[in-house]
């Protein structure tokens, strides 16, 4: 592995790392989810419910903090 | 040994191969490796353990003028290390006893949003960012009275033996659960009597918790034009950022973060212009009554705001400007590494007459120190969103007892930030107005009059700092913030910038402090009004609909009206504030502590492991002695500067017999809301105490069951078989790195199986 190689590897992990912790990657985690879920065949939905279509990736966010609105996590003192 | 436990514990027959690949390591192989000393391992272990030694030889023993900030630092991490490495172990192996085969809530839960894996390493600095805020931050500097070592000692070994076990139990406990939160798992175990008074000394004790952070904030930007200014900016941002991220670029997280953190650093700098003008001293030069009542407005406004608006953007600010400052200071202190001249133990500890907080190092030292050694409130947050995004069950020992571990280091180092500074300096800063009447030349008065070995306070030091931090006056900005921020200016400085840019790393720190503060603050207020809501509900089964309306804004209403009652009668007291409330959120945090110690407790014994129980049994023990001493200090002693019916009835007399000024109130009014607070802060102690022995005795009880009937009786969920690996620490062990060499190789369509129906 060349220096340039190796730097560029380990910018890519901080990438990846602050993208983590600050949580921007939970739109890829649910489409990922949802195509899991589709490959296993489980396009009758869980439960017998209706399958939920893949949401947007605005309509993902929107979901996100209104289901925030509705259960509210606690930051420590 | 390490087997048997598995198919005791599960009924159903779990695989550890259930298709192409393992989901668990061969426990036999895990504890082969554990047991295998190489030479490179035991010279690692050797260095760690003599490293340590010495710096606590260094702390503890040596007695020179001064003492080195580094052992400090290495104290604490070759401390924590070696808890780590051993006694956690230990507690996974005979408590915890994780078992890989099974399924997470992540993985039998998943739904790609609240249930989702997450990688342990993202997840530990999620949780991380969760529970550390200002607490560690404060506590500390406000010990710091005591001398070094006290406050030192208890942080690193409080945290080993307490703390972090606390944190661990609590977010395997939950998990097994499906997530389950404090509240509940208190029903489950400890019955309706139990678990309600444990609900209902959480809600009381979030109030307390919430009034005395907005206290500490209050105190840190009453007539200070600047920190005023720039905290203020921090909502126009916020609301930009939410607004940004709603309608233009959504998800684009860490892009908006950084626009924002920018726009934050430019209203620091713009802070310190519009300090300097006339326009700002009109203005934004409050006292602390009005700065109160903003807070006041201004948690119950973003309370009701929807969490995108404002909540969550702050929220990405506040962790990026956590992670970011923690290591800079991290950073900083390796490399200036202070030299440290405040006693070891000072006299304040035996004589209980600091101005600080009043009191003796026991009970005290132990409940004015709660974050970063012990803290209750952790339990809320590792029975809440950190169990539901855990991959594989062995995670949570690096999760739970490591996260914690990393509290108690920003505790250690806001400890060092603190002690680095003058002594004199310090106890001007943190006396009461009511002590050094709020002048340079009353404090220089007060403090030379303390008769402190080696302190030798001037008038010129007071005001030079004053002028370096770009503030009116520093004495008596109590409430620990506005001393971490010197401190931490202190030691930046010396790293960037020099003297000409201490105006800037002082506002920074208080910058950094606020935000966390002021989430915290909305936070915790909407997790009230939602704790409100369901109990109210039971009653008026309209408010349990959480969307409706006047049912959130009366709910809300209640809880602000209540942390703001608080707020004001701290912000108001003639006695000082911090120093006499500052008492009640450490006691209450431990009580809550000692809540959660007593759930667990109840657990491991219906687990049936009473070998073990002295695990969980000694920090419960230790917790509700200190607790309860120092809750019943605060109600029954006869010294008025300890005892709040003591003060009370002090001021009553003084009243009766016709008095027109007391001790430090001037007035006729100023005697009354003595009176008024003493019996206030009386009755809250009196309901805490009451509440938390109740928790602790039907802990007992249920423990005292379980051992007589024997019985192994669950309240876990079932065994889910688990179809997906995930290594279990930071650094993957060598039998962890072959497994998973072997799942990387595996094809991507064999490598994800959710079970469909």
Redesign the interface.
Known sequence: MTLLAGVRKGARGVVWYLKGILGEDAYEKYVAHHAALHAAGADDGTDGAAPHPLMTEREFWRDQTDRQDANPQGRCC | MGAASNTTESPTALKRIPHDLAVALDPEELDAHDRHWTPLKIAIWSAISLLGGLSWVMLAVVRGETVNAIWFVFAAICTYLIGYRFYSKFIEKHIIRPDDRRATPAEYK?????F?A??R??LF??HF???????PLVGPVLAAQMGYLPGTIWIIVGVVLAGAVQDYLILHFSMRRGGRSLGQMARDELGVIGGTAALIATLVI?VI?VAI?ALVVTNALAESPWGVFSVGMTIPIALFMGCY??FFR?????EI?IIGFVLLIAAIIGGGVVAGTDWGQTYLLLDKVTIAWGIILYGFIAAIL???LL??PR??LS??MK?GTIGMLAVAIVIIRPEISVPAVSEFASSGTGPVVAGTLFPFLFVTIA?GAL?G??A??AS??TPKLIQKERQTRFIGYGGMLMESLVAIMALVAALSIDRGIYFAMNSSPALTGGTVQGAVAFVNSLGLTGVNLTPDMLTDMATNVGEESIVSRTGGAPTLAVGLSHIMQQLVGGTSMMSFWYHFAIMFEAL?IL??VD??T??A??MLQDSLGNFFPKFKN??WRPGAWAATAIMVAAWGAVLLMGVTDPLGGINTLFPLFGIA?QLLAAIALAVCMAIVAKRGLFRYLWVVALPLGFAAVVTISASFLKIFSTTPGIGYFAQNRAFSEALAAGETSFGTAPSVEAMEAVVRNTMVQGVLSIVFVVLAIIVILTALQATWNAYRKNSSATSEDDAVQSQTYAPAGFIMTPPEKVLQAEWDALPV?KK??????
Request: proline share 3%; glycine share 12%.
């Open positions: 998943a739904d790609g949003k609240d989702a997450t990688d390493r993202v600095g999620h960012a969760a529970i550390a805020g200002a607490g979030m918790i952070l991220l709603r959504p998800g684009k997280i860490t973060s929807p969490v995108w909540l969550a929220d990405y962790t990026f992670i974050c803290s409130f952790h809320l947050i809440g969103t966390f989430t915290a936070a915790g909407r997790v009004r939602f959480t969307s945090n369509h994800i199986k959710i079970k469909g129906h």
